[in-house]
């Protein structure tokens, strides 16, 4: 079979790229199990009027039959769902015949329908120091991509020039994790990481998930986390040979103190009644609102800014306001203001 797809002869258009309004006939190849169309004229065919630079639909008033004498109707988009197979094996998408059934005389010895395509089978490779122990090892599945060539990675380990496995590489076929793992000379784990490829052919990817290094011993040496846009999140924590904490740092905690900073500069911080009540100093929300402007003019005399002009009691002052706002918008939805 011919697997480089069908190739069209567009017998409706000339060399000078006009259109031919009797539309193009199609002279199909390379599908071996393609039933076919015994006519094409009265094909409707969406083109690229140049000249309007607009689509038009270029249509006769013939009709398409298929062999049996059954009109077809063409799409103008082909879907995988809902286009029938004709017009998907047409088009070079599918390539093969559909598997009809007879259980009656089906006999599954016989069927070799299943077996393996070469263009899906893994390929193993392996490479050797000159001492003979292994330096490399790959398996891969040989790919297309408009046509060229590329090798998708599925497994890889490197050896040591003793033969001992010091990187390993794991990216299993049908999802986007790939993993690698470092090893010691005595095969302890040295350091293990989770990337999320975005692009299988040039392993573009970015960190997620757990990221660990361990001591030749075995304990944890450093631990953080990535979420799933490669950002580091939750507690990052190194550890002594003893297993005990020598420093952490919290990213989620850091982020969310920046994001309360920015949004206070730039007036977009927004919360509800109950935790404008608590930073006025509310246990619950009060019950009247001079209760609020009560406690407001008493938290905000020392800050206003006339008094103290430091950055950060500016800060708590816009806080202190918004949140005096927040409450004043409750009590005027319940009309106790």
Known sequence: MDRRGPRYDFGGVDTNGSLDTA????????????????????????????????????????????????????LEALDLQASNLEDLQLAGVVTRKACAIVLRDYNSDEDDSDEDEEDGRLISEKYYHDNGNPKFYKTFQKLYSRGEPWDRVVEEKHFDVDGV????????????????????PNQRLKSESV?????????????IGWWRTYYDTGNVKSEIQYNDKGVRIGFAKRYGHDGTIEWVRDYTKDYEDK?????????????SEVDAAQM????????????????YR?????????????PESTEQFIRLSRARDVLKEYFEKKGEY
Request: charged content about 30%; hydrophobic content about 30%.
């Open 165 to 184: 496995c010091r990187m390993d590489v794991h990216f299993a076929l049908g999802q986007p994790y790939l993993y690698r793992k470092h090893y010691y």
């Open 280 to 295: 006025l100093g509310f246990e619950g929300i009060p019950k009247t609102m001079s209760e609020v402007n009560s406690r």
């Open 298 to 310: 008493q938290l905000c005399a020392p800050l206003h800014p006339d008094k103290k002009p430091e």
């Open 195 to 207: 990337f999320w490829v975005e692009d299988e052919k040039s392993l573009k990817c970015r960190k």
């Open 259 to 271: 994001l309360w900073s920015f949004n206070d500069r730039k007036g977009k911080l927004v919360f």
């Open 23 to 74: 539309g193009p006939t199609f002279t199909v190849s390379g599908i071996d199990d393609y039933t076919g169309y015994d006519d094409y004229s009265g094909v409707n065919q969406v083109v690229k009027d140049v000249e309007n630079d607009k689509d038009t639909t270029a249509a006769t008033n013939g009709s398409m039959e298929n062999g049996g004498g059954e009109l077809v109707e063409r």
